[in-house]
Nanobody
C-alpha cells in the first residue's frame, strides 16, 4: 500500500514560483513512476508531468514545458514539482499519482494505482 501526501500549494502572483512536494509511505515507492496532475474548476483532471522510478525519463504536458520541472529523491520518498513563470491558467488542485508505468501516467487518468488528495495552487493575475 502506498499513501501520497502533497504539500506546497498556495497563492502566488503571475510570474511567480512554487515548489510542490509529494511524500509517500510504503516500501514500493522506488519501484513506481510518479506523476503530477491538476484539475481546474469545472474542468477534467489533466496530466502535468511524470518521472520514471529512477528519474531517468521525464515527460511534460505541452502547456508546462520549459516552466515546470519534475524530480524525485528516492532516499526521501519524495517527488517534487518546481513551477516557474506561473500563469493564471495554472490554477487548480494539483494531485500526485503513482503507477508502475510512466506510459499510463502520461496517457490516462483511469487505472492509476495511487492518488494523493491534492493541494490547491492559485495564481492571481
Amino acid at each position: 500500500q502506498v499513501q501520497l501526501v502533497e504539500s506546497g500549494g498556495g497563492l502566488v502572483q503571475a510570474g511567480g514560483s512554487l515548489r510542490l512536494s509529494c511524500t509517500t509511505s510504503g516500501r514500493t515507492f522506488r519501484s513506481y513512476a510518479m506523476g503530477w496532475f491538476r484539475q481546474a474548476p469545472g474542468k477534467e483532471r489533466e496530466f502535468v508531468a511524470a518521472i520514471t522510478w529512477n528519474g531517468g525519463t521525464t515527460a511534460y504536458a505541452d502547456s508546462v514545458k520549459g516552466r515546470f520541472t519534475i524530480s524525485r529523491d528516492n532516499a526521501k520518498n519524495t517527488v517534487y514539482l518546481q513551477m516557474n513563470s506561473l500563469k493564471p491558467e495554472d490554477t487548480g488542485v494539483y494531485y500526485c499519482a503513482a503507477d508502475p508505468s510512466i506510459v499510463v501516467l502520461r496517457t490516462t487518468t483511469n487505472g492509476i494505482d495511487y492518488w494523493g488528495k491534492g493541494t490547491l495552487v492559485t495564481v492571481s493575475p
